[in-house]
């Protein structure tokens, strides 16, 4: 398994809470990526990173903002959560190849915004 | 706008049958197709994955077909066994960033 740990991995909070996830790696990957899960929606990407401190938006970032300043850790920050951000949060990390591409992804961190 | 569109949403099916998933595209600049089975409470897996300039690819019981000029792809799934009951996900990766797009997904239980 590729050496991925999210934390926390289960969070209640209140609406209106800053929330931080963290996403850590072993594996020295180039590309770590923050997924949201929900019924009927699939996987959606909320951010992206392509380096130390490079980072970009997906199809659904706002409310969301994201921090990579080691390569190893990537971190998605709910600034003031909200009901509608209550999901399943899935960290994966990459290293582009024309063969593969592979993502390998973590277990999950699921938030609950009461 | 979902980028990749995947059906059906839910599949049963009895134990040695045949498991068919379908996808479709817009963006002609995706350049690699991958395929991801994912278990309850457990993140989703690399199962098999196609690349544009190959029509067919199969392993094991897994094979993708895909159809440039149509824009789709499909998952085969032979003798399904209920060991593959799980949810499915298409995905799509763009040729530049690195971002991959995912279908909806399709929960498939096979029963024996």
């Known amino acids: 398994d590729a050496g991925i740990t999210q934390s926390p991995r289960h969070k209640v909070t209140e609406t209106g809470t800053p929330v931080t996830l963290r996403c850590h790696q072993t594996e020295n990957h180039r590309y770590m990526y923050w997924y949201r899960q929900d019924p009927g929606h699939g996987l959606r990407l909320i951010h992206y990173s392509y380096g130390v401190k490079d980072t970009d938006k997906g199809e659904v970032s706002d409310g969301y903002s994201v921090s990579r300043s080691k390569t190893e850790d990537f971190l998605l920050t709910l600034e003031s959560a909200t009901s509608s951000q209550t999901s399943v949060y899935f960290c994966a990390i990459s290293e582009r190849s024309r063969a593969t591409g592979e993502l390998f992804f973590g277990e999950g961190s699921r938030l609950t915004v009461l | ?112």
């Open chain 2, 1 to 112: 706008q979902q980028q990749v569109k995947q059906s059906p949403q839910s599949l049963i099916v009895q134990k040695g049958g045949i498991s068919i998933i379908n996808c479709a595209y817009e963006n002609t600049a995706f350049d690699y197709f991958p395929w991801y089975q994912q278990f309850p409470g457990k993140g989703p897996a690399l199962l098999i994955a196609i690349r544009p300039d190959v029509s067919e690819k199969k392993e094991g019981r897994f094979t993708i077909s895909f159809n440039k000029s149509a824009k789709q792809f499909s998952l085969h799934i032979m003798d399904s066994q209920p060991g593959d009951s799980a949810t499915y996900f298409c995905a799509a990766r763009g040729n530049t960033g690195n971002q991959f797009y995912f279908g909806t997904g399709t929960s498939l239980t096979v029963i024996p």
